[in-house]
């Protein structure tokens, strides 16, 4: 059974930083995209990062390119986003979620176009 399990939420002050964890379960990552997406309170989630297994090809969104890192794990089946320079408007509750890929090319950031997704972890930037 396909499964995604995110942690590493916390609440961290502005300028600060965190490493959030996707492990995933019941699937190879090497024949997969991989992303994170975020939801503030009262807005639409939005699409942050991804990560394409089969080619290790990123993609950013603009609020997060030069702050945020997706990378793949030594343990092969975790996915990290490093989150550095933390902004208030950062605050949301953060979710992987991961769709079949056949291509190299950069991993979409549309929330339609993805079909697994994890519970979240909860990240707060606030002094």
């Known amino acids: 059974q396909l499964q995604l399990v995110e942690s590493g939420g916390d609440l961290v002050q502005p300028g600060g930083s965190l490493r959030l964890s996707c492990a995933a379960s019941g699937f190879t990552l090497d024949e997969r995209c991989l992303a994170w997406f975020r939801q503030a309170p009262g807005k639409e989630r939005e699409g942050v990062a991804s990560f394409n297994g089969r080619s290790a090809t990123t993609n950013y969104a603009d609020s997060v390119r030069g702050r945020f890192t997706i990378s793949r794990g030594n343990a092969k089946n975790i996915v990290y986003l490093q989150m550095n320079n933390l902004k208030p408007e950062d605050t949301a509750v953060y979710s992987c979620?991961?769709?079949?890929?056949w291509g190299s090319g950069r991993c979409p950031l549309l929330q339609s176009s993805y079909d697994h997704w994890g519970q979240g972890t909860e990240v707060t930037v606030s002094a």
């Open positions: 979620t991961t769709i079949r890929v």
